[in-house]
């Protein structure tokens, strides 16, 4: 079974720094374009990071020269470090990623979420 599980949230400290992380794992042939989401309470989802094959990346405004998003393929894993957190980072962050399986064929998935939680 194709998924993607999240790990690193937590509650932290304003101008802190937390790690997240995205495995993807199952009969995956190679991944495409991946990206982080958040959504915060009474808020739509919206578009942290996101990186696509070579290396190319774009970012919200709200979180440029403070997050970095990455990836290993190698790994079949994306991350994102987040720097100089502050209250409104606050929110459940999701990761998304197209995938290449078994067909073959291109599926959209999500992650099940991780919460951020930052204090101030």
């Known amino acids: 079974q194709v998924q993607l599980v999240e790990s690193g949230g937590g509650l932290v400290r304003a101008g802190g720094s937390l790690r997240l992380s995205c495995a993807a794992s199952?009969?995956?042939?190679?991944?495409?374009?991946m990206g982080w989401y958040r959504q915060a309470p009474g808020k739509q989802r919206e578009l942290v990071a996101r990186?696509?094959?070579?290396?190319?990346?774009n970012y919200a405004d709200s979180v440029k020269g403070r997050f970095t998003i990455s990836r290993d393929d190698a790994k079949n894993t994306m991350y994102l470090q987040m720097n100089n957190l502050k209250p409104e980072d606050t929110a459940v962050y999701y990761c998304?990623?197209?995938?290449?399986?078994?067909?073959?064929?291109?599926?959209?998935?999500w992650g099940q979420g991780t919460q951020v939680t930052v204090s101030s």
């Open positions: 998304n990623a197209d995938l290449i399986v078994a067909g073959p064929r291109v599926d959209n998935f």
């Open positions: 990186i696509i094959s070579g290396r190319s990346t």
């Open positions: 199952g009969s995956i042939v190679s991944i495409g374009a």
